[in-house]
């Protein structure tokens, strides 16, 4: 072919422009590179901020003391709380019925009010009132259906008169309970609280100032049982109906910050109140909406007041430390000062605020829409409207993607809109791939390390996690972006590296904003913790393209990072939420989840939360094999260290202060069977051991041996009695876990709840009435199964009846009865109706369980030495029970 002298074929295809004029992707890298020792310095940075945002999760004031008191007379004193919280401590636990619940408990709380009258300001009035109340309702908990039903249970109850009193008799109401679980003090569930409680009555009472609304204090006495008192108070005292709002007081760890994580519902003028005084924030939008899920396994008064009072308010917990949560470790050890101050200073100032507040007289003119609210590091409270936290989560969204790529457009001359869009959605493709590819392989891990014995390796090392889950997250996440890079990137792309990399960068915020968009428009405020990610990202590319520095080389790169360790101390401050709170949960969840998987899952969500917006810039390093190298290395060790060493036992007693401990409840129980007529058909007895994590099992055969353990669904009651005749206290928690029954001798058991039949009633043709008479006043379960054929169509224990449970095939209504003050015989009728006319067999089974807590006085040599070989690294809960079956 013909071609002019002095050209060549090569002529024919120009080169692309290329902007970096020192780029040569064959043979070198662009001036944009950075030493490949920067992608290690990444991994520092992350664990710098990250620790400093963990310093300032746990960082409190100092406690104030008694000789403070002469410049600080108006303040919250922790020592003069610290005080009252040893007295209940010391009392140990404290259990619904129980002497030093009922009584001592009781007897300090009007003691020390009665002080507190005695000391206060002339202005001021006092009016206490002590509630012995019976009453309850049907709950529903995890799916499942029961009676709760409540005997003489004790509430203490005061009331600080407020201006309005003769006029208006509106009152803000505070909460706490002063009963424990059996097994521990209860000094931060709840005693704490109630401590608190006493101090800021002790110093409103002393002011002169008289609050312009009334504010009534709440020391409830049956909680744990669940939310029994409360439900007394706010159904049957007279001064319930003049609510008009609360501030609940609860824990769900020991120690730590207080947590505002239940609002409303609606009322956003508490969140404003909340905003304008407290002095110390730590509150979450979201960690309101992941606790109303159910994810978590507890619940407070709050859903009481709110569900049946109508009431609204806000629910305050303590979550750090949650390994000692209902263990013997949940002392007075392990609350220093600075926690009560923290509380009380909050607590104080949120109290005065809403008491003396125009809202309190009229709060449904103040009942409109939701409020998105979050702190941030504790340095600053943010809150608005769900409204407009929709038009500022849609706002950011949009800029974040439209200013980035005009910038980058620009700096380009407008000539390269087409690479810059495929960088755009490379970069997207490869966070999306990454996030999932990553939560695979921590998946994988997860199941590994359960199936060679490992689980929970991290459960008392929480920095295991970081290699073990995190690092294999973060290597996954960079790999998948080498291979789009490889599959995808354009090897001759115009694009300088820089730009490049901004481009990918903006993929980013596509994939955060399209999950912030999703989250907003179902509905859910949490949404909010991505837009805070994304606004950090469009500062800093909104500064980036004011001042031009687009293509500069590295200008662009460090104002990028300044914005990122902000992100940074926002997304690890999450990680440390997140881990604070459900790691201790994965030891009481029971073994039918991995728990491996739940840590791995949250794992590789806070890695990508926390790296995302830093993963991309592996294309600045020369070489990208010491960051790759560095995380292998890491997880591999980390893996070692999770498997092969004592670094990964997961339990821990308190040599060090730091308990995470096992959890164990094993009841000695004795079983009596009664026919239609009354007579005693057999009696056993034995030993049931709860399963309460993925670990117990390995536990339990321990402490048997050298007897077998057999399941609870296998043992040879289940052939013919009632629910297996298990000696159920709570059906919430024990038909979702495992148990284990040992034949064992029979307990020393001196009082039991018994059921005898008075009188058999004909209401109809197909209708019969059965008149019980119940005798004891201890805490107890009900199990009523209608034989087949029957029905229960009413009963004279509430005005409704629960749903059926089902458990080994069978149907049974659930009752919680708890006795607070000893009670008389209770009566009790159940109205059955039979398919066949004038029926006369059996109708109902009946299977009565009386649990004795804190029995130790009782229990025999054989029961002790069983308890003996339980390891010190678990806590265990022993009980005494009796099971009684009937039929009627």
């Not at 730590?256 to 404003?272: A, D, N, R, T, V």
């Not at 407009?388 to 790529?405: R, Y």
């Amino acid at each position: 072919m013909f071609q002019p002298t002095g050209q060549s074929s090569k002529q024919k295809h120009p080169k692309v422009k290329v902007l970096d004029p020192d780029i040569d992707y064959s043979k070198a890298k662009s001036v944009h590179s950075i030493s490949s020792w920067w992608g290690i310095g990444g991994i520092f940075i992350v664990l710098v901020v990250g620790n400093i945002t963990n310093y300032t999760n746990s960082h409190l004031p100092d406690g104030l003391r008694n000789a403070h008191l002469t410049h600080f007379p108006a303040a919250f004193i922790a020592e003069r709380a610290w005080k009252d919280l040893k007295i209940l401590n010391d009392f140990g636990p404290k259990p619904t019925g129980t002497y030093t619940n009922e009584v001592l408990a009781v007897d300090f709380l009007n003691r020390e009010i009665s002080y507190i009258d005695q000391l206060k300001n002339r202005n001021q009035q006092l009016v206490v009132q002590n509630q012995i109340v019976s009453g309850g309702y049907v709950g529903v908990y995890m799916n499942k259906s029961a009676a709760n039903v409540y005997r003489n249970v004790q509430n203490v109850v005061v009331k600080l008169v407020g201006r309005s009193e003769s006029t208006s008799r509106h009152a803000l109401l505070l909460n706490c309970h002063f009963d424990s679980v059996a097994g521990s003090p209860g000094a931060s569930d709840d005693s704490g609280s109630c401590a608190v409680m006493l101090e800021v009555l002790r110093v409103l009472s002393r002011q002169s100032d008289v609050n312009r609304y009334s504010i009534i204090f709440l020391f409830n006495g049956a909680e744990e049982t669940p939310l029994q008192a409360s439900h007394g108070f706010i159904t049957k005292h007279p001064w319930a109906a003049d609510v008009r709002a609360f501030i609940n007081l609860e824990s769900a760890g020991s120690g730590g910050k207080e947590m505002l994580f239940q609002s409303g519902p609606k009322h956003p003028w508490l969140i404003e109140a909340y905003a304008r005084s407290v002095p110390h924030p730590y509150a979450q939008a979201a960690a309101e909406e992941i606790f109303q899920s159910g994810v978590i396994p507890s619940d407070t008064d709050f859903r009481v007041f709110r569900d049946v009072g109508r009431i609204p308010g806000m629910d305050f917990a303590h979550t750090a430390n949650g390994y000692r949560y209902h263990t013997r470790y949940d002392s007075i050890d392990y609350i220093p000062l600075p926690v009560l101050q923290r509380t009380g200073d909050n607590i104080l100032a949120l109290t005065r605020a809403i008491a003396n507040g125009d809202e309190l007289g009229s709060t449904e003119r103040y009942a409109q829409g939701y409020m998105v609210f979050y702190d941030f590091l504790g340095l600053f409270f943010v809150s608005y409207s769900a409204d407009v936290g929709l038009m500022i989560n849609l706002s950011v969204v949009l800029l974040s993607i439209i200013i980035p790529f005009l910038s980058l457009a620009r700096s380009t001359s407008g000539t390269h809109g087409r690479q810059i869009r495929s960088e755009t959605m490379t970069g997207f493709l490869a966070t999306f791939l990454g996030a999932g590819a990553s939560g695979v392989l921590c998946f994988f891990i997860g199941l590994q390390l359960d199936a060679i014995g490992r689980s929970m390796s991290w459960y008392s090392s929480t920095n295991l996690i970081l290699g073990v889950y995190c690092c294999p997250a973060l290597l996954c996440q960079c790999v998948v972006h080498l291979l789009c890079n490889r599959l995808f990137g354009s090897k001759t792309t115009p694009l300088s590296l820089a730009l490049k990399v901004q481009a990918r960068l903006n993929g980013v915020n596509l994939f955060w904003g399209m999950i912030t968009l999703g989250i907003t428009f179902t509905g859910y405020r949490l949404a909010y913790i991505f837009m805070v990610l994304i606004l950090c990202s469009l500062c800093s590319s909104t500064l980036i393209s004011m001042l031009g520095l687009q293509n500069t080389v590295h200008k662009w790169l460090l104002l990028h990072m300044l914005f990122q360790i902000v992100a940074l101390a926002w997304s690890t401050q999450f990680y440390h939420i997140l881990m604070n709170m459900f790691v201790p949960i994965t030891g009481r969840i029971g073994s039918s989840i991995n728990p491996d998987v739940i840590v791995g899952t949250l794992a590789t969500f806070a890695t990508l939360f926390s790296c995302s917006y830093l993963t991309p810039l592996l294309f600045l390093l020369k070489k990208t094999d010491k960051l790759i190298g560095e995380l292998v290395a890491i997880t591999l060790i980390a893996l070692v260290l999770a498997t092969s060493t004592h670094v990964g036992f997961p339990y821990r007693d308190d040599a060090v202060k730091a308990p995470a401990v096992q959890r164990h409840y094993i009841t000695h129980t004795v079983r009596k069977f009664y026919d239609h007529n009354g007579g005693e058909r057999y009696t056993d007895a034995g030993f049931l051991l709860q399963e309460l994590d993925r670990n117990a099992k390995k536990t339990i055969e321990g402490i048997a041996m050298p007897d077998a353990v057999t399941p609870m669904r296998e043992i040879p009651a289940c052939d013919k009695e009632l629910f297996c005749a298990i000696p159920f206290y709570s059906i919430w928690h024990q038909v979702l876990f495992e148990n284990y029954w040992l034949p064992g001798p029979a307990p020393v058991v001196r009082q039991a709840v018994t059921v005898s039949l008075r009188e058999k009633e004909q209401l109809s043709e197909h209708e019969h009435r059965l008149h019980l008479v119940l005798k004891g006043s201890f805490q107890c379960s009900l199990i009523i199964g209608p034989k087949a054929g029957s029905t229960l169509k009413r009963w004279s224990l509430l005005s409704e009846i629960p749903t059926p449970i089902e458990f080994n095939g069978q149907r049974g209504h659930f009752v919680l009865l708890t006795a607070g003050v000893e009670s008389e015989p209770m009566n009790i009728t159940l109205d059955v109706r039979h398919e066949l006319k004038k029926y006369d067999g059996p109708l109902v089974d009946l299977l009565v369980t009386t649990t004795h807590w804190e029995y130790h006085k009782e229990h025999t040599p054989v029961f002790n030495r069983l308890l003996a070989r339980v390891p010190g690294w678990a806590h265990v809960v022993p009980s005494v029970a009796a099971v009684n079956s009937y039929t009627f």
